[in-house]
Structure formats: C-alpha cells, structure tokens
C-alpha cells in the first residue's frame, strides 16, 4: 500500500468522528484500530481497482482513495447479493444441513449485518460449509462475493446431475449426510464421476458397479501422487468441460491432487 | 497494529490544543481560574498519559477545554487546586468512559460527574471515582439507560448505596419548629 501512517491517521480521525456521531472525543485502541483496518481495507481495493484499470501513476490523497474504496466495498457487496438472489432461485440442498444452513440461514445474516463504513474487513460469517476454492487471504465483502462464485458454480454444476443419484452417493458415502456430512457435496460426485470415465459408465447416473470400482481403482494404484494427482486432474478437467460448456472455468482439476490422495489412501469410488 | 502510531495523531493535535487551553483562560479569569503555560503542558501531558494507561486515543480537540468548561464554576476548585483537579478529572473521565463500555456520550459522562462532584461528593475527586462512577458505571454496562433522556442528569439517587440527608423532610420539620 502506498499511503505512510500520517496519511492515514487524519482519515481514521474523521471516520471515528463519524462513528462516534461526534459524541465523543476520544474512542478505545481496539476501535481505533478497527477503524484504521477499515481505512487500510478501503484504500486496498482503491489500489487494486486502480491497478485493474492501468491508473497506477495516478495518485489521490488518503482521503479520497478511502471514499472511492468504500464505493467498491459497497458494489462488491451488491454484486454478492445478486450472485446469491440467482443462486437461491433453484437452490438444492441434497438434504444437508450445513450446506442449507449455510446458504439459506447463514448467507442472509451478511446482508443483514455486513459493516461496510466501519469494518468493512469484517465478512461476520464463519461460512461453514467449505467451497473447493476460497483463498485464506482474502476478506470482508471481497470473502464473501468470492465465495458465492463459488458456491453458485458448484450448485449449477452438481445440478447438471440426477439428484437421486447425487443423494444416493451421499448416503453411500455417509449414511447420516444429513445431518454430519460437512465437506464440500461436489467431492464425492467428482471422485465417482471419474469412477464412470475410467469404467466407461454415464457420467450424469453416477453409477458404478463392481467392476467399474475395481477398474477405477486399478487406475489409480502403483502410481506415486503426484502422478495420481495428474491423472484425475485431466479426467476433472474433461468432465468440467463437459458438464460446464461455456460456463467452465477450470477450477475442478485445483483440487484434484486432493482427491488423488484420498483415493490412494482407500477412498471409494 | 501498534498503539505508537496513535501517540502520532495526539502530537499532531498538541499546537491546537494549547491554543485552546489559553482562550480557556479567558472564560475561566471570572472564576478566579487560570493556567500558566507550563501548567497547559504538564496538563496536555498528563492527558497524553492517561489516554495511555486507559487505551484510548483522542481524534479531534479533545476533551480538555470542555473539562475545564463544565468544572470551572464549581465551589470546590480554586486556583490552588485547579490544576490538580483538572488532572484528576481528565484521568476518571477516561477511566468511565472504558467502564461504560462508551455507551455513555462525552457530554452524558462529564454532567453525571459534575452533578455528583457539586452534591454527593462535596468536592472529593476519590469518592467521584470510588464510588459513584463505579456505581453508576456497573448499572450502566447492566442495561441500565436512564441517563439517555436526561443527559446524566438526576441519575444517581437510584444507585446511591448510602442513605443520605432527606431535604424535603428537614425543611418540613424546621418549618414545624419555627413557622407553625
């Protein structure tokens, strides 16, 4: 960030007045440095829209690149409303509770409460249910736009899939998924959906025999990781492309060395 | 995130404030209440101090000169305490401004304190800080917000532990005594 602290300090001075309602001259460490968070957080996304746009020679005061920030900070959280009113239309829960707490109960409570003059850092969830690909670096609206990408290319992906078969899976692969399943619900649907490309099964039924599971196996034992790990982010990759059309984006083979592990260590198809 | 870069902003603020605290004297001059300049800086450094000891920092002017505004007409501070007193009441204004986890406005704070300073307390800081702050304060972070609709006014009585001198009943009796 390119803005030194005594650039910084008068725009926390008149966000603190402005949280105060100038009813107090003086606020505790701990909100002083909530506030400054919230300053450093705003003049980030300044930079980075800036960077975005090729404007990286042109410098604005502290003040200003604050105001410009919260604006970003406030499109951003717009743009996670919108990407969740989508998502939600046809939201499918498969039964799980704590991806239908997470998304229905959860998700709602950002909008409600989500602090973007004060402590726009601050995404308030603890987003329980696990998307494949979320960075630990990121924060606030920026979290939670990033996760509902996510979370809604995932639902549209595993709704390309027969839903008995998709709830089949889950309570083969844990009886009790309803209520004690808390991993991401597309793992167990990219691991057997790899299954039925190795054993030459439909893809969409999510159905494999014994023989399939033997074949799918074999393919992936006697082989070190990171071979293993190669090997099913090709399949992951193809069935993407496959089942995503236009749409794909080339995030499932991420968490495919993952997946190679787990399936190396015993995991069934 | 360090608490140094906050003792920046109170610097950056010290000019003005001693600025401030001179034209206070002129207000103060007819109580018979003034500061030197030394005592402004010994007074601006012990602010510094006690904002540091109770982990605030200070945004704007300040709460010195309105300090010195609402305790200036008071009949217990005189020029041989004034300073001293001043110190003192900066240091438990901070002090209950934490303790009422600063659901209380500056304003709402310095009037509860000034009132109970000119009667309950007689003038003695200890007993403000003691004892009716810490009352008050407790009642405060319990729920209690009665002092939203009188700015701290008249609050006290309710949470006052020790029963006190009833005025109504002794003047009725005096009146029974000399007037009937």
Same mark, same amino acid.
């Given at each position: 960030m390119d803005y030194k602290m005594e650039e910084l300090l008068p725009v926390m001075a008149k966000l603190a007045k402005r949280y105060t309602s100038g009813e107090s001259t003086s606020v505790s460490y701990d909100t002083a440095r909530r506030l400054m968070e919230a300053v450093v957080y705003c003049i980030k996304e300044c930079e980075t829209a800036n960077k975005a746009v090729m404007l990286e020679g042109q410098r604005v005061d502290g003040m200003t690149a604050y105001e410009r920030g919260y604006r970003i900070v406030l499109d951003k959280a717009e743009q996670a409303k919108a990407v969740y009113h989508r998502m939600i239309l046809?939201?499918?829960?498969?039964?799980?509770q704590n991806y239908r707490d997470t998304i229905l109960k959860g998700i709602p409570a950002f909008f409600l409460k989500?602090?973007?003059?004060?402590?726009?850092?601050?995404?308030? =969830?603890?987003?329980?249910?696990?998307? =494949?690909k979320l960075s630990d670096s990121v924060a606030g609206a920026d979290r939670i736009l990033d996760y509902l990408t996510e979370a809604e290319y995932e639902q549209i992906f595993l709704q390309n899939f027969n839903r008995e078969a998709v709830i089949n899976l889950l309570e083969y692969v844990r009886?009790?998924?309803?209520? =004690?399943y808390f991993d991401n619900l597309c793992i167990p649907v990219l691991i057997r959906a790899a299954g039925c490309m190795i054993g030459d099964e439909d893809v969409y039924s999510l159905k494999l025999d014994g023989r399939g599971e033997r074949e799918a196996a074999a393919y992936f034992s006697e082989i070190n990781p990171e071979t293993a790990g190669n090997r099913l982010g090709g399949l992951l990759d193809i069935l993407e492309k496959k089942v995503?059309?236009?749409?794909?984006?080339?995030?499932f083979r991420n968490c495919a060395h993952d997946l190679a592990v787990r399936i190396q260590n015993g995991s069934r198809f | 995130m360090k608490e140094d870069m906050f003792e920046i902003l109170q610097l950056t603020n010290q000019r003005k404030e001693l600025a401030i605290l001179s034209s206070m004297n002129q207000k103060t001059e007819r109580f018979g209440l003034s500061l030197r300049e030394e005592e402004m800086h010994e007074l601006i450094e012990c602010r510094n101090q006690s904002l540091k000891v109770h982990g605030r920092v200070e945004?704007?002017? /300040?709460?010195l000169d309105k300090i010195i505004y609402t305790f200036c007409?008071?009949?217990?501070?005189?020029q041989q305490n004034y300073l001293q007193s001043l110190e003192k009441l900066e240091d438990i204004f901070y002090e209950f401004k934490n303790a009422a986890l600063e659901l209380m406005t500056d304003d709402e704070i310095l009037t509860f304190m000034k009132e109970q300073f000119e009667?309950?307390?007689?003038?003695?800081l200890d007993y403000l800080e003691g004892t009716c702050m810490e009352n008050f304060t407790a009642a405060v972070r319990a /729920?209690?917000? /009665?002092y939203k609709k009188t700015g701290g006014? /008249?609050?006290y009585e309710q949470f006052d532990e020790v029963p006190r001198w009833d005025k109504d009943l002794y003047m009725q009796v005096l009146k029974e005594l000399f007037w009937e």
């Open positions: 046809n939201f499918e829960d498969y039964g799980c989500y602090d973007a003059r004060f402590e726009p850092q601050n995404h308030v =969830l603890t987003l329980d249910y696990p998307v =494949l009886p009790d998924y309803g209520s =004690l995503m059309g236009e749409a794909y984006r080339g995030i | 945004f704007g002017e /300040g709460i007409d008071s009949q217990y501070i005189n009667t309950v307390c007689a003038g003695d /729920g209690y917000e /009665g006014r /008249g609050q």
